[in-house]
């Protein structure tokens, strides 16, 4: 039986709602692509970029507390998130044309 994403630290309803939104159903399919591919997939299916939601799911799939991430940690989650926002995020387009673009169909740019 699949585990829920709520079975992971640090994800409640919310979160668990935007990775679903974004495909990704179950913990097991969470710890399987990583914090980073999910997130990605959270930004390409309409989320908008929080960096403390990014850091709260990668301290999560390590079993430990959100506020956890400090120093340089936090610090290097912080470059990763921006080059994440960066590619996979455009304030310009729509959820409806992000999806469009995912399933191959979007205007062409």
Excluded at 9 to 35: S, W, Y
Excluded at 72 to 100: H, V
């Amino acid at each position: 039986m699949p585990t829920p994403l709520t079975e992971i630290r640090n994800i409640g309803p919310a979160m668990a709602a935007e990775l679903k939104q974004a495909g990704i159903e179950t913990a097991e399919a969470l710890r399987e692509i990583g914090a980073d591919k999910a997130y990605e997939a959270m930004l390409r299916a309409g989320s908008r970029p929080h960096f403390i939601a990014y850091y709260v799911l990668h301290m999560g799939l390590q079993g430990r507390p959100w506020n956890d991430c400090q120093g340089a940690e936090k610090t290097a989650l912080r470059a990763r998130f921006d080059a994440l926002k960066a590619r996979a995020f455009d304030p310009e387009q729509s959820a409806f044309e992000r999806m469009l673009d995912e399933i191959g169909v979007g205007a062409r740019r």
